[in-house]
């Protein structure tokens, strides 16, 4: 019979491992508001990525004074910018089921001012263009509000 300080000891090794693996996997992937970098990666795993699109979480990353101000503007409620916004995310999931590939690299960051500039490279290629790739490189403006990061706002798309 094996003893019991072992079995303990066997279990209490199988936790700590597990618990490391866990830790190593969070601190790997950076918070979505932590840089630029990060908030521009996070958009565009849910604009760009099968299964990803949520219009909620794509709103979690715009800065909330600029929602304010474009629900203003625009005589909007969220709701309605959420649902068109839904509706886009959407038509991308259709054209990735249809055979579209696309694929981004978030590069350089250029801060000015306490805001950033995040350039994007974004590839894109569909059967119907005969599975020719267009590559296009944009900046993504993004504001530190409170400590966090944002998208500076949901115009430039």
């Not at 696309?102 to 290629?125: H, K, P, R, Y």
């Amino acid at each position: 019979m094996i003893a019991r300080n072992h079995i303990i000891g066997i279990v209490a090794g199988a936790v700590l491992i597990v618990a490391t693996i866990t830790g190593a996997l969070l601190i790997g992937r950076e918070a979505p508001h932590s840089s630029p970098e990060a908030v521009v990666h996070r958009l565009l795993e849910v604009y760009f990525t099968a299964g990803e699109g949520d219009a909620s979480q794509l709103l979690d990353l715009v800065d909330p004074q600029a929602l304010e101000e474009i629900k203003q503007y625009w005589v909007v409620e969220m709701d309605e910018v959420r649902e068109m916004i839904q509706a886009d995310l959407d038509e991308i999931q259709q054209e990735i089921e249809m055979g579209a590939s696309i694929s981004f690299e978030v590069g350089n960051t250029v801060l000015q001012n306490g805001d950033a500039l995040t350039m994007v490279t974004i590839t894109f290629s569909h059967p119907e263009h005969g599975g020719e790739e267009f590559t296009d490189s944009i900046f993504i403006p993004t504001i530190k509000r409170d400590g966090r990061w944002y998208l500076e706002d949901l115009i430039w798309w």
